[in-house]
């Protein structure tokens, strides 16, 4: 996945329902089986012969390494950021987008169609320029991001968001709070022994409520998908 579509999945909250999983298959991980963590569901991929420190230290001290990563990171970002409308027109009743100009909505055939909003570019033109509490730009962030799968082919883009809920407790809006380069060395992934993300090793769905972000839940899977923060 390109870093582009990394950053619009971050910012898109895509709810697909998955199949249930059969614990009697066997899937391949990329984990190795050293793996560590300080806590009992996050793990620590660790590389069996060159560490993160190793190929960050040779990046430091090689001149010829930081030259050519220097470059490529320089290069990937010369142009800087263009903002693109995401649709021509976009169906006011059903939601749908079209990437050319239609009379009506394909789907629900409704005619009331509105362009792109002028505001909406206006205020991501204006956040990307600090995105975060250390004053950093989007294009900051990424050029760190950028160094960080250079050199170790690891990066972590965090996005801190504040959520919107409705009287039922559903999501209904997320606003980016910062975006934030996160240290790979210092980052766990919450996932089992064959690399299932959200599962401990018990077979229980990890779960974090939005508002409480500080501990986490392990809940059984049949639960999980109507599950409530106690
Ligand atoms: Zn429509
Ligand atoms: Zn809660």
Redesign the pocket.
């Known amino acids: 996945m390109g870093i582009v579509e990394r950053i619009k999945s971050a910012f898109s909250s895509g709810k697909r329902k998955r199949d249930v999983i059969d614990w009697s298959l066997m899937r391949p991980t990329e984990l190795s089986p050293w793996s560590k963590g300080v806590s009992d569901v996050a793990k620590m991929p660790t590389l069996p012969w060159l560490g993160f420190r190793f190929c960050y230290e040779l990046y430091n001290y090689s001149d010829l390494l930081r030259t050519i990563i220097r470059s490529l990171v320089q290069e990937t970002f010369r142009k800087g950021l263009t903002i693109v409308p995401k649709f021509a027109v976009k ?1 006011a ?4 987008e079209y990437q050319t100009r239609v009379a009506k ?1 394909e ?4 005619d009331k169609l509105r362009e792109p909003d002028k505001k909406e570019f206006d205020t991501l033109r204006w956040w990307m320029e600090d995105v975060n509490f250390n004053d950093q730009s989007l294009v900051e962030v990424l050029k760190e991001i950028d160094y960080d799968l250079n050199i170790i082919d690891n990066a972590y883009l965090a996005v801190v968001k504040k959520y919107t809920f409705n009287e039922n407790g559903e999501v209904i809006a997320a606003k980016p709070l910062e975006v934030l380069r996160a240290s790979p060395e210092k980052m766990e992934l919450v996932m089992d022994k064959s690399g299932r993300f959200a599962r401990s090793d018990d077979g229980r769905v990890v779960m974090f409520c939005l508002v409480h972000r500080d501990r986490h839940h392990l809940v059984d899977e049949e639960k999980a998908r109507d599950a409530r923060c106690p």
């Open positions: 169906c009743i059903c939601g749908a909505c789907l629900c055939g409704s």
